[in-house]
């Protein structure tokens, strides 16, 4: 039975309707051959709202194009159990992390301040996406509205 490691909570602003999760290194760890960032954008859209590459996650929005939304991370030593019926939308993906250490960014702002440990580098990880309509729509004067969407991204070690 898989086992959950670690579970990290945040938060990231949706800019233009996408966000993406990236490696500490950037694309300074990428291995030759591996997609940029203009040609990862290039390949998203609303039907293919996740796609990976070395180092890098891009995500499009359901909703509106610019929100903040709750964001959970998983580490599991396995593939967690499946619960689709909990999740609107679900995408499994590989994706290669060259320092072990992801954090969520905007695509227009900062990166967060919180970073996802994965505890091994330079290897292939198996992701999951999810998301779901948030708990409802909550504005804040001249800041985006929160609680539209809440995503779940899960990581586990490919087999060697």
Known sequence: MPRLIERLLDTVTV???EFM???LDGANGQPEGAQDLPELAGRANVTNWFVTTANLAFLI???S???VVDVTLELWDGQPPADDSKWTRNE???LYSSS???RLVETCGGPSEQVMN???QDRNWLMRASVRPGPGARKAEERPPEGLETYRLQFWPTQP
């Open 21 to 23: 999760l990236v490696d």
């Open 61 to 63: 929005s359901q909703g």
């Open 100 to 102: 072990g250490k992801l």
């Open 15 to 17: 800019n233009f309707g």
């Open 92 to 94: 499994t993906a590989e």
């Open 65 to 67: 194009n610019w929100h």
């Open 118 to 120: 994965l505890h091994d």
